[in-house]
């Protein structure tokens, strides 16, 4: 096993002033300032995949299967807190425990954040591009794609944490105030939301449940948590309450905003008798009911809320996968996680800024190659197991550098291993899925 040794623990970066709580782990009066990371890694989570995949929950099922979306943000709170509370508890970084585990970690993240960059940086920029078309029709989508790209390297490039954490809260006011808007016109049928937190199983709705449970926010961003943490300057124990707390109401957030788009699915699109479109462009449906059935405001609203979920998704990945990839290149090279070169705007961080916006430009004018679109399917289905299953050693067993206070109880070890069973489950399909497409 590595030996790594522990960071020098609260250093904040210069020019943000964090939240201090005293020695006994008590916050100040102004709690509402603690929520940033737990906003930021939720609000880059949820992206245009996400919320089409509950629209079309909500239109085919109704409310049935409101208590998935309830499991799936405890699973993801779980998660996530296991991430940080790894950082916090020991002042290391996710990837130096996983590298702690053995090189089988190093060797299977490496290509991962490789590949998978490179096809997502792809995919959100055609993502984010798709309600601005829609709203400036006479624009190419490619044109808008490029520019949303650019952007959000701009905004990552020459910003520090701090900015970038308030332009994320801009985005997801937006998101919420507009999708939870929606929810209220709709005017929920509240005594069958109610019956929906009963667990059922609509007939041949297995695939429904577990997507809706396990796709609830985020995929590697999960990960990029306890980066994000280092980033405000909660970089010790004594932050953990805080750093619950932040986790907490930011999935509570994500929960209520899925909620939403579930109210907007079993009220509009199902009484509209519409078929929502597989993939980003089923929200481009959405719209075509709502200006249909509300006007050409709300219709504009909703897609004010949709570039603002998809474009949080893009500088939470410009973000924080750059500072993922900066560490673990950084220790790769044997700098360590403190060295500049991996941190935030070191030349490692910068490199896969670049990498994330310029070379999946190309995939933006040309079909994608079949092996690429297989290899990242064959990743990307393997990472949430991945960080669930690791997770489980890590904070559990003393060699790992957790202290006694900090390690896992029963509960949420039970809560991991359905995490990982669920995910695993997810993975081997959406692998047969990416098989199967390829072959096709």
């Given at each position: 096993m590595t030996d790594i040794p522990k960071h020098p623990a609260g250093d904040h970066h210069a020019g943000f002033d964090p939240v201090e709580p005293d020695a006994e782990g008590h916050l100040p009066p102004q709690k509402w300032k603690i929520i940033g990371p737990g906003l930021v890694v939720a609000a880059t989570g949820v992206?245009?995949?996400d919320m089409v995949a509950t629209?079309?929950?909500?239109?085919?099922?109704?409310?049935?299967?409101?208590?998935?979306?309830?499991?799936?943000?405890?699973?993801?709170?779980?998660?996530v807190e296991g991430a940080g509370r790894y950082s916090l508890a020991t002042g290391r970084t996710i990837f130096e425990g996983w590298r702690s585990l053995g090189k089988w970690t190093v060797w299977y993240f490496g290509p991962y954040i490789m590949i998978w960059g490179f096809v997502y940086g792809a995919s959100a920029m055609s993502s984010t591009a798709l309600p601005l078309a829609s709203l400036f029709p006479g624009v190419p989508l490619w044109i808008f794609a490029i520019g949303t790209g650019i952007a959000g390297f701009i905004l990552v490039w020459f910003n520090r944490y701090a900015i970038f954490e308030k332009i994320t809260a801009f985005l997801v006011l937006l998101m919420f105030i507009t999708i939870v808007g929606l929810a209220i016109i709709a005017?929920?049928?509240?005594?069958?939301?109610?019956a929906g937190l009963i667990p059922r199983l609509p007939e041949g709705g297995l695939l429904y449940t577990l997507a809706l449970a396990g796709g609830v926010g985020g995929?590697?961003?999960?990960?990029?948590?306890?980066?994000?943490?280092?980033?405000?300057?909660?970089?010790?124990?004594?932050?953990?309450?805080?750093?619950?707390?932040?986790?907490?109401?930011?999935?509570?957030?994500?929960?209520?905003?899925?909620?939403?788009m579930l109210i907007v699915g079993a009220e509009v699109v199902s009484a509209a008798g519409v078929k929502i479109s597989a993939g980003d462009k089923g929200l481009l449906d959405l719209n075509t009911v709502l200006e249909a059935k509300y006007g050409t405001f709300i219709g504009k609203a909703f897609l004010v809320g949709f570039f603002a979920a998809a474009f949080s998704s893009v500088l939470g990945v410009w973000n924080g996968v750059s500072l993922m990839f900066a560490d673990f290149w950084g220790n790769i090279r044997g700098k360590g996680s403190d060295h500049p070169d991996s941190q935030a705007h070191g030349k490692y961080f910068r490199f896969y800024m670049i990498w994330l916006t310029f070379p999946p430009m190309l995939l933006l004018m040309l079909d994608q190659p079949i092996g690429l679109v297989l290899a990242y399917g064959v990743l990307g289905a393997l990472f949430m197991p991945f960080l669930a299953i690791t997770l489980l050693p890590l904070l559990n067993m003393k060699k790992y550098g957790v202290p006694a206070e900090w390690r896992n109880k029963w509960y949420t070890n039970l809560a991991l291993v359905i995490t990982a069973v669920l995910f695993i489950w997810l993975g081997g399909y959406q692998l047969i899925n990416s098989i199967q497409s390829v072959l096709k």
């Open positions: 992206g245009a995949a629209l079309a929950a909500g239109s085919r099922y109704g409310y049935m299967l409101l208590w998935a979306v309830v499991l799936g943000v405890i699973l993801k709170i779980v998660l005017a929920p049928n509240i005594p069958d939301m109610l995929t590697i961003t999960l990960a990029a948590y306890g980066y994000w943490l280092r980033e405000k300057g909660w970089a010790t124990p004594r932050f953990m309450r805080v750093m619950r707390i932040d986790n907490t109401m930011a999935y509570v957030m994500t929960g209520i905003f899925v909620l939403s």
